[in-house]
Structures are given as C-alpha cells and as structure tokens.
C-alpha cells in the first residue's frame, strides 16, 4: 500500500496513484507552485503591475507616453522579463510582451510584441 503525498492516508484504487483525492492533489500541487519566498511573492506583484501599466497605455499595440505618466502610474523601470536590441542600436526593454523604448525629451515608445 501506498500513502498519500499530502495527507499520508492509505491509497486505494490504481497502483500509480499518488493522492488519495482530487482535494489532496490540487493541495500538494498548490503548495508546490506558490512563490515561496516574499522577494519572489514581490518581484511577480511588481511585474504583474508593470504589464498592467504598459497593456493600459497601450491598447492599440503601439503609442507614445511620457516618463511622467509610467512613473504616475507606478510604473518600475527596475523591473523588465527580457531586454531587445534592433539592428540599428535601438533597445527595447520588454515586461513579456509589452516593451518600451526611450526617446528624445523623457519620452518612451510603446509597443506590443506579436506572438
């Protein structure tokens, strides 16, 4: 007999089952995805915030905006998943697929990847 992964209670049923319920697999799973950490817990919360700036300011997928309305908005420029250079020397700092670029008088590009 086998016991379960997170209650430890005998399994009845198939020989490869590893929860004795779908309430104990769906606990085990849960606990072995969260953030485990605050700083990981942190880190994704200020991401998320990020995406959700950039995807606001940027409904049609490319635009303008100010330095000003990120800050404004609780934009963190510390914070980006991926970091894109063209071929022309242009950089593009992306959260997923939502990226900005900086340009002339603290203004910034926005643009949205195609997947």
Same mark, same amino acid.
């Given at each position: 007999? #086998?016991?379960? *992964?997170?209650?430890?209670?005998? =399994?009845? /049923? &198939?020989?490869?089952? #590893? !929860? ?10 849960? #606990? $072995?995805?969260?953030?485990?950490? %605050?700083? $990981? &817990? %942190?880190?994704?919360?200020? *991401? &998320?915030?990020?995406? &959700? ?6 409904? +049609?997928? #490319? ?7 990120? =800050?404004? @908005?609780? !934009?963190?420029?510390?914070? =980006? ?5 063209? @071929? ?5 700092? !992306? ?8 340009? +002339?008088? +603290? /203004?910034?590009?926005?643009? @949205?990847?195609? $997947?």
């Amino acid at each position: 007999m #086998k016991n379960c *992964l997170e209650c430890h209670e005998k =399994i009845v /049923g &198939r020989e490869d089952k #590893k !929860f004795c319920s779908d309430g104990c697999r769906n606990a085990y799973n849960n #606990k $072995m995805n969260k953030d485990h950490t %605050n700083l $990981m &817990r %942190n880190i994704n919360n200020k *991401l &998320r915030k990020n995406y &959700r700036v950039l995807s606001e300011l940027n409904p +049609e997928g #490319k635009t303008k905006t100010t330095k000003n309305k990120l =800050i404004s @908005k609780g !934009f963190d420029f510390d914070l =980006i998943t991926s970091v894109y250079t063209t @071929k022309t020397g242009n950089v593009y700092y !992306f959260v997923y697929d939502q990226g900005y670029m900086a340009v +002339e008088n +603290e /203004g910034y590009v926005l643009v @949205k990847k195609e $997947m």
